[in-house]
């Protein structure tokens, strides 16, 4: 019988220890898997505490040395991206998931990367096409997609627009399909002022307003975002009559674009909190320098410190006319909401382009410039097409 015992206790005990280091195994995976939307949150939170802080010094920053002192601080937006995503992206199949890939495709898409910086690169990439590719294979149908439809604007292209359209086709709640629809829009305002571009986009509007009008997303409206679509058609499509700004220049002079009407027009929203501002000054000083003595004027939109707005100007780091816009209220007539943002509007006051700075803006002042028998050939030529519909495709998914 001791024999018979001795032999039966081991695998008894055995046996127990097995139950026991399952269930804590059990236990601990759970705690794991319940901590995670936790450990994301907190990411968040702390990101967010710490670049607040940083816009404030920023904000006291006297001349520009010390400015790029508190440049070099700033909190590196690619590396809580990169933290965030391998928390996330071992989850992409959970719906709880789509809150915070919605965050990380804002914030990976927020910050300008060096061409050179291949590795930041294939990591916006790849979050990217990884949620992507999650949302239409595991999350088509959820009703927790709004925010991702909105995140999707932050990539900044017409690569979004095949999935918004999926969302908006067979998403089976009609409020999220009407996030999807005024996405969609801002979309196609990137695509041209075209009547079949203008009539889709008044369909989505409309449907928007009607399936979520009453939704918000992260403290912005979808009322909101329809409207300022209305309003983007209404007045600042390509032809309509630019928009009055009147406002305060830095030196306290008070200006109007209208006093402008004769001369090109080229209209910059910037602001010095902005991630490319070092690259953005040294380019519109290049723009300002080259249209010297022509029928051209630079006009800034400043959002930001009065004060180290006139340090620029004595440092001669900005070298062109600034209105201060502390507010956001000229920015807002102009519904911009990203920064930098061009204008290029012609002697009559008319907008012929609107988007990024950069070449385009240059080709459209350079042809508002030129005699008028080449002014008309540009306009016949192949790339004006191009100028005036900002990385427009040739070929649009209707809907």
Request: net charge positive; aromatic share 8%; hydrophobic share 45%.
């Amino acid at each position: 019988m001791r024999a018979c015992l001795q032999c039966v206790l081991p695998a008894v005990m055995f046996s127990r220890m097995r139950i026991i280091y399952f269930f804590l195994v059990l236990i601990i995976s759970v705690q794991t898997i319940a901590a995670t939307p936790e450990q994301c949150a907190a990411i968040r939170a702390d990101y967010i505490k710490r670049t607040e802080l940083w816009a404030l010094t920023l904000q006291g920053a006297k001349n520009l040395d010390t400015q790029k002192q508190i440049w070099a601080q700033r909190p590196d937006a690619l590396v809580v991206s990169a933290k965030l995503w391998k928390i996330l992206q071992p989850q992409l199949s959970q719906e709880w998931t789509l809150e915070h890939a919605a965050w990380l495709i804002k914030l990976v898409c927020s910050q300008k990367i060096d061409p050179q910086q291949a590795e930041a690169l294939q990591l916006r990439a790849t979050i990217i096409q990884q949620i992507s590719k999650a949302v239409s294979e595991k999350h088509l149908r959820s009703s927790k997609l709004a925010p991702i439809c909105l995140a999707l604007l932050a990539v900044g292209d017409q690569s979004t627009l095949k999935l918004l359209e999926q969302i908006e086709k067979e998403n089976p709640s009609g409020r999220v399909q009407g996030v999807a629809a005024i996405a969609i829009a801002y979309v196609l305002s990137g695509l041209g002022d075209e009547t079949p571009i203008m009539r889709r986009r008044l369909t989505l509007i409309r449907k928007a307003i009607i399936e979520s009008n009453d939704l918000t997303i992260d403290g912005v409206s979808v009322q909101q975002l329809a409207s300022d679509q209305l309003y983007v058609i209404q007045h600042l499509a390509k032809g309509r009559q630019a928009p009055e700004l009147t406002g305060v220049d830095e030196a306290g002079v008070t200006r109007k674009l209208s006093n402008l009407k004769g001369k090109v027009v080229i209209l910059l929203f910037w602001s010095d909190s902005m991630g490319d501002a070092t690259h953005f000054l040294e380019m519109t000083r290049q723009l300002k320098a080259k249209y010297v003595g022509k029928n051209c004027e630079i006009l800034g939109v400043y959002q930001g410190s009065t004060p180290f707005l006139r340090t620029l100007h004595a440092e001669q780091i900005a070298t062109w006319t600034n209105l201060t816009d502390p507010k956001g209220s000229l920015a807002s007539a102009y519904r911009i909401s990203q920064w930098p943002t061009a204008y290029v509007i012609d002697a009559k006051g008319s907008i012929q382009y609107s988007g990024n700075p950069g070449s385009f803006v240059e080709l459209t002042a350079d042809a508002l410039l030129a005699p008028w028998g080449l002014h008309h050939r540009w306009k016949k030529s192949p790339i004006f097409h191009k100028v005036n519909t900002w990385n427009k495709r040739k070929s649009l998914h209707r809907s």
